[in-house]
C-alpha cells in the first residue's frame, strides 16, 4: 500500500475512534471512511455558518 493511502487509512482510524470513543477499536476501512466523511461535513457546515454569521453582520453594521 503507498505511504499516501496508509496516512490516509490513519487518519480516518484516528477520526473513526475520536468521534465514537472507542480509542482501541480497529474500524475497518468502510467504517473509518464513513467517521471521516461525517466529520468533514460537520466541518463544512460549521464554516459556512460562520460565514453566514459574518455576512449577516457585515450586512447589518455595514462593511467590517
Do not use: C, I
Not at 1 to 12: D, G, I, T
Not at 35 to 56: G, K, P, W
Amino acid at each position: 500500500m503507498p505511504l499516501a493511502w496508509q496516512a490516509q487509512v490513519y487518519h480516518a482510524q484516528r477520526v473513526a475512534r475520536e468521534r465514537t470513543a472507542m480509542p482501541y477499536r480497529t474500524f475497518s476501512l468502510n467504517e473509518a471512511a464513513g467517521y471521516l466523511h461525517l466529520a468533514r461535513a460537520e466541518e463544512e457546515v460549521v464554516r459556512r455558518m460562520s460565514d453566514l454569521t459574518f455576512h449577516a453582520k457585515r450586512a447589518k453594521f455595514g462593511k467590517l
